[in-house]
């Protein structure tokens, strides 16, 4: 079956003669070339906003891939608040505290001296004398014409035995401002301490020359009087002086404390004054050390100085004063096992004192171990010779007698049936 189409469907459309397709392109085109020639003629007026308009579109965008893409920003550390805290706590002596203020905010001040000198100082004054070789470095780096932290870094190398670095360190620093005092005190020490007696008087004395307050000058010249010129009275006399300036810092107080134990025999005092510094800070090594060595050696009370060496090993497990008279008292205690297990540390740590090497042959003797004592106690006896420590000397022979032992300068036979049991 076939469906029939109406015939209007098969003729062809007429077209309408005009198109009006032309008709709006030929009313269109006059008005874009207008419009074209009144932004060509206004253009001064007109391209300012424009590109403003799309500057500011372009710069939204931007923005908001930045915002979407960066990672949250950190809070930016202040150090003022920590700084003013750490300065309180050193002017009162809590060195301890103001030293954990300072470390925690030394990468946010990189160039200031002053925080990085009382690092290093810290550091020395707490027995860290390894560390503060370090922080003394950064010290210098912060800035290399300051002459205190060529001065601060001369103390560290002093305290770490370099002392001839040292005294060119100070040199370096007297170069920058020959009227440091600080500088030329710290010199003197390094005299001292490599036994170039005369010119660290001479350079303490021009040190106070320079300086009549500075407490570090006052503090070397008295360790000249005490150890030099062997006047306990002057000695005590500028320690005294040094406190007085700096009675914050624990050294001077060590000073003191000592001077008036030895000097004075006055181990009441001198407790008292080392007590006032491990009060406010707990893990001085310094003045544990001499607080036990005072109740060890003054007051006869090895409990108390066992108590307090304890706690400096644990402030310093690589002091080895502090681990050798340690074992010491535990051997005065009578728990020799204990004592010879401290010294060993001690030792293994190379210590540079012989009575340490006397105490530990003393321990392996009381346990019956002469074979284990016998070659502790002969190293012992190098070093006494090379010290010329006399005491030392005569109780290391009296002891390898004991074991039958040869060492050179002593005659003892030893004979198969003498030859102890290792």
Known sequence: MYLRTPKRYLRGQRRSPISLRWLWLWILTPLVIWGGVQIYNNRATIAPPLHNAIYGLVSNAQSGLATAMAPTPLPTQNPTERLTRAEADWREGRIEAALDSYLAVLDAVPNDVQTHYRVTLGMIMEGNVEEAVQAAEQTVTADPYSSDAWAIRALALNENGRSGEAIASALRALDLNPDNARAMAYMAEAYLDSEQYDLARSTA??????????????????????????????????????YALAPNLPTMAVDLARITYFGDQNATEAIALLSEIVEVNPQNALALYWLGYMYYNGEGNFAQAAEFLSRCTDANPNGVLCLGLLGRVRMALGDNLAASEILQQAIDLNTPWPRHYLWLGRALIAQGNCGSAIPILQTGYDLAQQSDDTDAITAIQENLRECRANVPGLEVEVTPEATPET
Request: charged letters at 35%.
């Open 205 to 242: 004395d021009r040190a106070l020359s320079l300086d009549d307050t500075s407490f570090e000058a006052l503090r070397v010249r008295g360790r000249v009087a005490q150890e030099v010129e062997f006047d306990t009275a002057l000695a005590k006399d500028y320690y005294q002086q040094a």
